[in-house]
């Protein structure tokens, strides 16, 4: 389980974006020598039609998995019609031979053009985001923060990237619907398990037409990867 350590108040970071019908929180620790990532993702799953319009609803797993690496997406995953996957993309990404930079960057030119070759997108969607947890290399992790500029293109913002080291003491990433999560109390940010499962249903309850389903929580740390609640994410 957890340590219990302390978590000074004034080393908490807490970075949002809001994205489309998903809420994913991680929460990164570094905290007397002790490291830990703890990703969760809820589990209702939109879709979009080949009008832009939004489908139907069904329980499904977000965090995926290909070899060590775990990830997740937060806003419109597909629209098969017009050749966009973002999990299907990160996966080719992944299986790529290469450094994890490398794997990265091919990522970030192929999903821009996916994305840019759809013109429908719905005005209120300003951003995608994605989460990689490279496992066999811990603490290295991936994060892609996709935004729509005011012509309407997608380009990457500038907190994507590929990093190695985890920031000192607490810091919470929020991806997708987040506009209910709140700094959580010190007591509960010392039990990060429950932290990250307590935000995402925060969310679940004030938008349960978009958050929602079982939720799925996996925790990386120096010793290993354990999933803690499979949620959708069943083998």
């Known amino acids: 389980m957890p340590s219990k350590s ?7 970071l807490f970075l949002s974006m809001p994205g489309f019908a998903t809420t994913i929180v991680a929460i990164f620790q ?12 809820d589990g209702l799953q939109g879709t979009m039609d080949g009008q832009g319009h939004r489908g139907p609803w069904r329980d499904e797993c977000k965090i995926a998995q290909i070899g060590p690496y775990y ?36 990522f970030e030119t192929t999903v821009l053009q996916e994305m840019n070759a759809i013109t429908y997108w719905p ?14 290399e811990f603490p290295e992790y ?13 380009e990457f913002g500038p907190r994507t990237g590929v990093r190695d080291q985890l920031p000192m003491n607490t810091r ?4 997708g619907i987040n506009d209910h999560i709140r700094m959580p109390p010190v007591e509960l940010l010392a039990r990060p398990i ?16 978009e ?25």
């Open 71 to 106: 990830y997740a997406v937060a806003g419109p995953p597909y629209d098969p019609t017009h050749g966009y996957d973002a999990y299907r993309t990160l996966k080719r990404a992944l299986s790529r031979e290469g450094s994890f930079q490398e794997k990265a960057n091919w």
């Open 211 to 235: 958050v929602g389903g079982s939720i799925s929580i996996v925790e990386f740390t120096q010793k290993g990867t354990r999933w803690i609640e499979r949620g959708a994410c069943q083998q």
């Open 172 to 175: 919470i990433v929020a991806l």
């Open 30 to 41: 570094n905290l007397g020598g002790e490291t830990r990532i703890v990703l969760g993702a």
């Open 194 to 209: 429950d932290a990250v499962k307590e935000l995402i249903s925060v969310e679940a309850k004030e938008h349960p037409g």
């Open 6 to 12: 302390f978590v000074p108040a004034s080393a908490l």
């Open 142 to 154: 991936y994060r892609a923060e996709i935004l729509r500029d005011s012509l309407g293109q997608w």
């Open 123 to 136: 005005s209120s969607l300003r951003a995608v985001g994605a989460l990689v947890v490279n496992s066999a």
